[in-house]
């Protein structure tokens, strides 16, 4: 069990720190929202995305830098060590969670 009183994230914090570890190089705020509505389907606010990404920071769980392109700069973001073990602790609590629990949820379904 965790003793970070960070653990567990929450669900939308869970999903933006993943994906800005997809993302890697390219962990920029619009590439952030990209990810998550590639695997999730779930269509995300960039204002939410930046605000939740801003607490990951504030919580020390992301670092930001700017970065010059083309254009304007722009917010690079990146997992801290903290934030990888958060994140990793989030998921074997959840996984925990869950253990046993696939099975009884298929044996509802099938009775449907």
Same mark, same amino acid.
């Given at each position: 069990m965790s003793t970070d009183p960070l653990v567990p994230l929450g669900?939308? $914090? *869970?999903q933006v720190l993943v994906a800005?570890?997809?993302?890697? $190089? *390219?962990?920029?705020?619009?590439?952030v929202r990209r990810v998550i509505e590639l695997a999730t389907g779930r269509d995300l606010a960039i204002g939410a995305v930046y605000a939740t990404l801003d607490r990951l920071e504030q919580k020390k769980l992301l670092t930001s830098r700017r970065t010059r392109g083309e254009g304007p700069t722009r917010r690079q973001f990146a997992l801290t060590a903290r934030g990888?073990?958060?994140l990793?602790?989030?998921?074997?609590?959840r996984e925990r969670l869950w253990a046993g629990a696939l099975e009884l949820l298929q044996l509802r379904v099938l009775r449907t």
């Open positions: 669900v939308l $914090e *869970e800005v570890l997809r993302a890697q $190089e *390219e962990a920029y705020g619009m590439e990888a073990k958060v990793m602790e989030t998921r074997a609590m």
